[in-house]
């Protein structure tokens, strides 16, 4: 079964002192909310927080230092407005993780956390005959 591997082709954008929030731009094809988090080594993150957000990321501008428009991201972190949350798990000892209420047909938008691991949130658009699982990865907070 193919995976759908969550690199860092994402734009990134100070979340905290610490960590940065990684957000994958482009929307995945999963046939379910379901997958795996793992970290930079490939293996397996338990203890994950995997959270569904009820609406979409808005864009934001990102300026230069000399303030000088650059491009935008996509920005909405759930964690801070906590009524965004529609649904959250844990991943398993195995990274495994599965928000069984997903519908499909539409997008879907998550944040994925770990102690020690910087933030993530990707769009998922669910379609019933795509075979594809979610196999995320976190990268380490520097």
């Known amino acids: ?14 979340a905290d002192a610490q960590l940065v929030l990684i957000e994958i ?8 909310l379901s997958g795996t988090v793992i970290g930079p080594d490939g293996l ?14 808005a864009p934001i501008e990102v300026k230069s230092a000399n303030g000088e428009p650059t491009g935008t ?8 407005e906590p009524n965004r949350i529609i649904s959250s798990t844990v ?4 990274g495994h993780f599965h ?19 910087d933030p993530m ?14 196999r995320i990865q976190l990268h380490i907070a520097t």
Do not use: W
């Not at 991201?73 to 801070?80: K, Q, S, Y």
């Not at 991943?91 to 195995?94: A, R, Y």
């Not at 949130?121 to 019933?128: D, E, P, Y």
């Open 1 to 14: 079964m193919p995976f759908l591997v969550a690199l860092l082709f994402a734009s990134t954008m100070q």
């Open 25 to 32: 731009e482009k929307p995945f094809t999963a046939h379910s």
């Open 44 to 57: 397996p993150i338990a203890g994950a927080v995997v959270e569904e957000c009820d609406a979409p990321f």
């Open 73 to 80: 991201v996509l920005h909405g972190d759930c964690t801070r």
């Open 91 to 94: 991943t398993n000892l195995g």
């Open 99 to 117: 928000l069984p209420s997903a519908k499909a047909g539409k997008a879907h938008y998550l944040h994925i956390s770990s102690p020690g691991f």
């Open 121 to 134: 949130q990707i769009t998922v658009m669910l379609k019933f005959f795509v075979g594809a699982r979610l």
